[in-house]
């Protein structure tokens, strides 16, 4: 069996550390490592059960002083403390009674509550094109959308009607329940599910909105996108979510942007990617050319000996700033000299002829230039010995 690591260390903790100290520590590792956080994560299972057994020792007074003083052999068979690990003295109740609120919804201070509640945001997607993210567009959506029933204006009743007392939580709109665990009973509370925390239940329901107090309808809403804005961002827009309750203000409309792909620019963050084709003529000796951008085609005067993926930059022909519109990022474009295909003859015997030039094979003129005779070292040295000999 490996070593177990010391109590402290899993904690992450001083030796003189007190109860809040642990308390704190071990509510942190709790909540990052219980299984319920990460299901089937044997791992985590693991570091949940090292930090648990942990602090059950070290939160207890004897406990921590058998330990301080021999260890882990404190708890081993035959040790002073041997007899197997318990919770009996540690308190878990303040930190499981957070956990499993956290983890199932409910909470030992979570009640539901009956006053004015924030309705729903509702989410919709609009498609745009490269251009459009880049200086801004006005789209329209339509959406469903609810509205208060005008026949029970809202109270889900048919005319005439009330509310009755939901009988499974007599009005309280909650459940408390208790829950064995391997840490003792956990105290829990939930919504009730028969009147959905509302502590009423409708008998009567509306025959319009059929009890649910809202009518949804198609609507149209205008959606002002921002310049710069970037594929996958969200515009909000206030008060056109899901209506309130016992009420409370409408939620939002979150709009996610789709950019769709441009055929030759790419963009990161401000600034637009893309290349632009050289003939073998314009790369070596230079000349304009007309760069395609998103503000339209703009001309550059290519240098002479241009180079396959050499990279300029055109300020300020990027993407305006979210925060400021007057502000662009830059434009980067690659250069890629095309290698001629398909000549005609006169257009390779032209190649040829600079090929010989460069090479120095021949002058400007076309005059093949003489080979020089290439010597070799022992033909040197035979000359060396020949001229001394004849001295």
Not at 134 to 139: R, Y
Request: charged residues 30%; hydrophobic residues 30%; proline residues 5%.
């Amino acid at each position: 069996m490996a070593d177990k690591r010391d109590y402290y260390e899993v904690l992450g903790v001083d030796r003189n550390a007190d109860e809040a100290a642990l308390k704190k520590a071990y509510r942190q590792l709790a909540k990052k490592y219980h299984p319920d956080v990460n299901p089937g994560d044997k791992e985590a299972e693991a570091r949940f059960k090292e930090a648990t057994e942990a602090y059950g020792i070290l939160s207890d007074p004897e406990k921590r002083r058998q330990y301080d003083q021999f260890g882990h052999a404190a708890f081993e068979q035959g040790g002073p403390g041997a007899g197997g690990f318990d919770f009996s003295g540690a308190d878990f109740s303040d930190i499981f009674g957070d956990l499993f609120g956290d983890f199932f919804g409910g909470g030992r201070s979570r009640a539901a509550s009956n006053g004015p509640m924030r309705g729903a945001s509702l989410r919709a997607r609009v498609n745009i094109t490269f251009e459009e993210a880049v200086f801004g567009v006005d789209k329209e959506l339509e959406i469903s959308l609810k509205d208060t029933c005008t026949t029970c204006h809202g109270t889900g009743c048919k005319p005439g009607t009330s509310p009755v007392t939901c009988t499974r939580c007599h009005g309280e709109g909650q459940i408390v329940y208790t829950q064995q665990s391997i840490f003792g009973m956990v105290r829990n509370v939930q919504a009730c599910p028969e009147c959905g925390g509302t502590g009423k239940v409708i008998k009567d329901k509306c025959t319009s909105c059929r009890g649910t107090g809202y009518t949804s309808s198609r609507k149209k809403i205008q959606v002002s996108i921002p310049a710069g804005i970037d594929n996958g961002q969200s515009i909000r827009i206030r008060d056109k979510g899901e209506p309130g309750r016992n009420g409370g203000p409408r939620g939002d409309l979150l709009v996610e942007v789709n950019v769709a792909r441009h055929p030759i620019f790419q963009r990161n963050d401000m600034d637009i990617y893309s290349t632009a084709p050289l003939t073998f003529a314009q790369a070596a000796l230079g000349g304009e050319v007309r760069l395609s951008t998103v503000d339209g085609e703009v001309a550059y005067q290519v240098k002479p000996g241009t180079q396959t993926d050499s990279r300029i930059r055109l300020k300020g022909k990027g993407v305006p700033s979210l925060r400021n519109k007057n502000m662009r990022g830059d434009h980067y474009v690659t250069f890629v000299v095309q290698v001629p295909t398909n000549l005609t003859s006169e257009a390779k015997e032209a190649l040829r002829h600079y090929d010989d030039i460069v090479s120095g094979r021949t002058d400007p003129a076309g005059t093949e230039k003489p080979e020089k005779k290439k010597r070799r070292f022992r033909d040197k040295i035979k000359e060396t010995f020949e001229e001394t000999f004849e001295e």
